[in-house]
């Protein structure tokens, strides 16, 4: 998988799990970066009409995925910044 991800130019950063455990247990303030994409899934799957795709165009889904991440962004200014 590591070949295929450098061919498009790409710098994988995820590491088998078994190695992050042993990075965790050597470092207390290691994060693994897995949890970036774990979490804009879980924002974006809080969009009830973007999971089923009802919409019948790719521009409507897109404008759509469009407002949830707008949404995303100025809930979390809001909550960084009052």
Known sequence: KGAIVKAYGFIPHIRPRGEE?????R??????RRWVVEAAH???NRFRKLAPRYEKTD??????SMLAAA???L?????IYG
Not at 21 to 25: F, Y
């Open 42 to 44: 879980s924002w974006f």
């Open 27 to 32: 470092d207390p303030t290691f994060r693994a």
């Open 21 to 25: 455990k042993h990075l965790i247990e």
């Open 75 to 79: 809930n979390k200014v809001i909550t």
């Open 59 to 64: 521009l409507s889904y897109m404008a759509l």
């Open 71 to 73: 949404m995303i962004t």
